[in-house]
């Protein structure tokens, strides 16, 4: 199974990244992601866990850190992928906003189980 096919089996076609301000998600073609990308994160938290949103503050830190420099030394692309424990689709909303992250789309949530067996 290509690496391709296999990243769409377990996040599905689409991914969202908040845009600027606040503005809504754009969605990210997960076919594109695969074939940039040669380290991948998933992040498993929610909104209402008080550890995760210290969580966020740092890996955003180090997230941009890592971008602007160009991935490393080795050169390297990361992405992560916020996967969600979330039961509330306004509270995913306002808690995926601020990430510069990739985000697994709330509709699709049920896919978290197949990323933690």
């Given at each position: 199974m ?5 990243l769409?089996?377990?996040?599905g ?5 908040s ?15 695969a074939a ?19 969580f966020?503050v ?9 971008k602007e420099?160009g991935?490393g ?5 990361l992405?992560?992928?916020f ?16 990430m510069?992250?990739?985000?697994l789309?709330f509709?699709e949530?049920h896919k978290?189980?197949?990323l933690t067996?």
């Open positions: 290509s690496e391709h096919c296999f769409v089996e377990l996040l076609e689409r991914l969202l990244r845009r600027e301000r606040g503005s809504g998600e754009e969605e990210v073609d997960v076919h594109s992601l940039g990308c040669s380290l991948m994160g998933l992040y498993f938290g929610s909104s209402l866990s008080a550890p995760c949103k210290q966020n740092n890996l955003a830190e180090f997230y941009s850190k890592f420099s991935g030394t080795r050169g390297r692309q992405e992560i992928v996967v969600s424990s979330d039961q509330d689709h306004k509270k995913w909303q306002e808690f995926v906003q601020d510069p992250w990739l985000a789309p509709k949530k978290k189980r197949g067996q």
